[in-house]
């Protein structure tokens, strides 16, 4: 195996002189901590164990107990940590998960599911001696069913890890995963514990790939319609791990400091478990997945000697638009194939209501809203519960029995952001659609992130019905709107995408070759060439095409198209190129992130929040919701619930549909 770690053995190393400097850096009053982390953190793990016994025998006292002594809070912890070997380190995260009132799942997932079998097979002894208990038994009373039984196979160690590749077993295993779960009702989860918790990573990454092919779907997405909770993390834990460990530790350090609050536990567990073996590929991942590099993560989320540790142990920052390391290249190449080749099932939350009764409904939404007062909470369970063919048959029969228009009455009886919600409601998908580019472009600012959010995730025949809705209500075409607002490349690249002419159908691979080879030509020549370049593949091919340009632009360029548009572009350009990108890559992702952003941090961007969960959630929604659960570690309910509040908050969640 070739470490990629940022944390080696020091030249010249004496451990009695690590020793004495250690030493000196804790007597007398206070401590010299720029000392002892700018020590610790450029000594390999094997070094430190060699100072511990030498300050032992020079000083007859125990170094760690010093620094538990001397030091304090995070960066206590943090040098405590680095101290101990690597098996024992993993055996007291494992016991620090187990032990009190709550278990720490999450924990446990990522320790068993990355580690190899040697690494395995050390743990589970270290854990016997530090605490005189069998690990296994420990988990098996702290943890149940499914999840406890693949926490077992784990533990065991026991992956093949030969190397060789039995192309029959291959097929055959293939064949019992979807047999096992997207082929029957009911999943047998015997069958992916015992072929996920066993096979060698070669065998399982050929197996992911046949398995696509007989299923049309990726084994995370039928994980994620087949098993549930604990379970499921832990399954695409593995499975992540399979494909790349790096990525799936830069994921987990995203997810640690993003948001309000770090989760310095996951932060220093996976920085100093990681430093010796693949820090520089997680780096490479972390850039590439999340356009920043984990440096400055980490820079802009900590403070004082804490920080200063961490990025001794990150080792270096990554600039933005440099080019892949061998291994993260191959990622890059590998996750546009995958998405490539992923058939996504579009899950709405909301579907048309049975035993449906227009006349009935009808009447019942004018009995909530006549006499004094408003019953908003019939006018909800009515409109979020019906499907927008249904809710046009409502609006058609109200006035055909009452003589009244709806919306008109919604309007009286209702007000501030549930009028907005319902109303958008009771709008057709193009009427909605129209209002809210009228609203984008009205006034005194532009709101360009809803220009561009609509026209990159509409499909040709919405983007022309928006037109047509467009133009019979306000007299104007929504080309013209368009052009009267925005300037520049940015408005050529709007009005490229509201002609709802995108081309349809599969990739042609001779095309998208060359059209990659033309991204990254494009990248050396002046910004308007680069930028009109981009505009005339990226706001005209087909997504499916665009997958495997943005595929072969890694392999002609050796970047990501991502951050080349990041690097190299700016404002509204750069983010509607990078919108387009991300829907090319993963549309319910996207749309997970935009509602992310309308409601992290201080106030609510309402129109965004309703534009998204009226507009998708007979489309796509629940497929957002799974996203935004990965993504963010929380639910889209969990957000909502905190973030709005009365009838408002009632009706989203409803539309929502379920807690996740």
């Known amino acids: 195996m070739v470490f990629r770690g940022t944390v080696t053995d020091a030249p010249d190393f004496n451990p009695s002189a690590d020793a004495e400097a250690l030493y000196n850096a804790m007597k007398g009053f206070g401590n010299d901590k720029d000392a002892i982390l700018d020590l610790v953190t450029a000594r390999s793990n094997a070094q430190r164990q060699e100072v511990i016994s030498a300050y032992k025998n020079c000083f007859g006292k125990d170094l ?48 068993l599911a990355s580690r190899n079998n040697r690494q395995m097979h050390e743990l589970v002894a270290a854990y016997k001696d530090a605490y005189g208990t069998d690990i296994e038994e420990d988990i098996i009373g702290d943890t149940s069913g499914h999840f406890k039984k693949m926490l077992v196979v784990l533990l065991q160690g026991t992956r093949d890890e ?31 514990i015992m072929i996920l918790g066993n096979r060698s990573v070669t065998h399982l990454h050929m197996v992911f790939d046949a398995y696509e092919k007989i299923a049309e ?9 087949e098993l549930s909770g604990d379970f499921e993390r832990l399954m695409l834990a593995v ?21 309000l609050g770090t989760a310095d536990n996951t932060l220093i567990r996976i920085m100093i478990c990681r430093s010796e073996i693949d820090m520089l590929d997680i780096r490479e991942c972390f850039r590439l997945r999340y356009e920043k590099s984990l440096y400055n993560m980490i820079k802009d989320d900590t403070s004082g000697d804490y920080k200063r540790t961490l990025l001794n142990l990150c080792g270096g920052d990554d600039d933005l638009a440099g080019e892949f390391f061998p291994e993260a290249a191959q990622i ?49 369970d009515i409109v979020a519960q019906r499907s927008n063919a249904q809710r046009q048959e409502i609006r058609q029969t109200f006035k055909s029995l009452l003589g009244r228009d709806l919306m008109k009455d919604l309007k009286s009886e209702l007000s501030k952001n549930l009028e907005r919600l319902i109303i958008g409601l009771m709008l057709t998908p193009a009427e909605f659609d ?36 467009y133009q019979a209500a306000y007299k104007q075409s929504l080309e013209e709107a368009i052009q009267s607002d925005t300037s520049g490349h940015f408005c050529r690249i709007l009005v490229s995408l509201v002609q709802g002419e995108r081309e349809d159908g599969p990739a042609d691979v001779e095309r998208a070759n060359a059209d990659a080879q033309e991204l990254a030509d494009a990248c050396n020549a002046e910004s308007d060439d ?14 499916p095409h665009l997958r495997r340009v943005f595929q072969e632009f890694v392999r002609f360029s050796n970047k990501d198209i991502e951050q080349i548009i990041k690097k190299e572009m700016s404002g509204d350009v750069k983010n ?18 935009r509602l992310y952003k309308a409601m992290k941090g201080l106030g609510t961007d309402d129109r965004a929040l309703i534009r998204i969960m009226v507009s998708r959630s007979e489309v796509d929604l629940f497929n957002i919701r799974k996203e935004f659960k990965e993504t963010h570690d929380a639910s889209l309910h969990e957000f909502i619930q905190g973030d709005t509040s009365g009838d408002y908050r009632k009706t989203l969640l409803v539309l929502c549909g379920g807690e996740d």
């Open 576 to 593: 509607a190129f990078f919108a387009i990108v991300r829907s090319v890559k993963n549309q319910p992702s996207y749309l997970a992130d």
């Open 162 to 192: 030969s190397g060789v590749v039995n192309a029959d077993l291959v097929e055959q295993d293939a064949q019992d995963l979807y047999a096992a779960g997207e082929e029957q009702w009911g999943t047998d989860e015997a069958k992916f």
């Open 239 to 259: 499975v992540q791990c399979i494909r790349s460990v790096p990525m799936f530790f830069a994921k987990r350090l995203y997810k640690s400091m993003k948001g």
């Open 332 to 380: 890059a190449y590998k996750m546009w194939e995958l998405s490539a080749m992923t058939r996504v099932q579009l899950r709405p939350t909301l579907r048309p209501a049975a035993s449906f009764d227009p006349a009935a409904d009808a009447q019942a939404l004018r009995k909530a809203m006549k006499g004094f007062g408003t019953d908003e909470d019939a006018i909800i």
């Open 64 to 111: 760690i107990e010093d620094l538990k002594y001397e030091l304090t809070g995070k960066f206590e912890r943090l040098i405590v940590s680095l101290m101990r070997t690597p098996a024992y380190h993993d055996a007291k995260e494992i016991h620090d998960a187990l032990k009190g009132a709550g278990t720490d799942e999450k924990c446990l997932i990522e320790v």
């Open 434 to 469: 129209a209002k809210m580019m009228r609203k984008a472009i009205e006034g005194a600012g532009t709101d360009e992130h809803a220009l561009i959010e609509i026209l990159v995730t509409r499909s040709n025949a919405e983007i022309q019905a928006m037109n047509a809705a």
């Open 217 to 225: 779907l990726t084994i995370e997405d039928s994980i994620k319609n």
């Open 530 to 543: 680069m930028e009109m370049k981009f505009m005339s593949i990226l706001c005209t091919r087909s997504f």
